[in-house]
């Protein structure tokens, strides 16, 4: 077997590279179109978000003036009446909301036998706070104390201490105490629970 070309011109298979190089030019071809395309969509949206852009900054800059414009029409006494009224509102609506249920259940929980509530006044503080103060009586400073130390355990009662504190001619101990109620600190405890 002979292994030399003894053509005069050599033979190539010149149609495998030419059918490779069509393929490649096709694939350049494809590929430039779609980037010829992604680049027209993504300019129209460019366009299209800075003239959103420029809308919206003219838009707020208009809000703004118009702000400022009202901000200096307000009256202030006006607006500290009105302020006033509202904060009123509110108050009675949480003198509404106060649950006198809720409040006698955790003191009934909370109250030891030997204590005694002759008096009792809640108060809604312009803060939306509830300031509970009470008048109790007990056979001892210590059923007293007891009593506080119960309701400061229930999470409901902060603050809780004895503004006035005398004994009487019969020996019962009299206290004043205050302190804030926070009635969606806990839920009530189940009747019976000491």
């Known amino acids: 077997m002979l292994g030399t070309n003894l053509s005069t011109r050599p033979f190539y298979n ?57 901000r200096q029409g307000l009256d202030p006494k006006q607006l500290e009446a009105i302020s006033g009224e509202a904060r009123e509102a509110n108050a009675i609506i949480g003198q509404r909301l106060f649950s006198w249920t809720d409040l006698l259940n955790r003191l009934e929980t909370t109250l030891p036998e030997e204590v005694r509530i002759t008096a009792m006044r809640p108060r809604v503080e312009r803060d939306g706070r509830i300031t509970i103060q009470m008048n109790i009586n007990g056979r001892r400073f210590e059923d007293i104390n007891r009593f506080l130390e119960n309701l400061e355990a229930t999470g409901a009662f902060t603050d809780m201490l004895p503004r006035d504190e005398i004994t009487n001619e019969d020996g019962l101990h009299l206290a004043t105490i205050e302190g804030h109620y926070l009635p969606s600190a806990a839920p009530a405890p189940a009747k019976g629970a000491r």
């Not at 350049?28 to 852009?53: C, H, M, P, W």
């Open 14 to 70: 010149e149609r495998a590279v030419h059918a490779l190089l069509a393929l490649a030019g096709l694939v350049v071809l494809v590929l430039t179109i779609f980037n010829v395309y992604e680049i027209a969509v993504l300019s129209k949206e460019q366009s299209d978000l800075g003239n959103r852009a420029s809308v919206s900054e003219t838009r707020a800059r208009e809000l703004r003036a118009h702000a400022t414009q009202v």
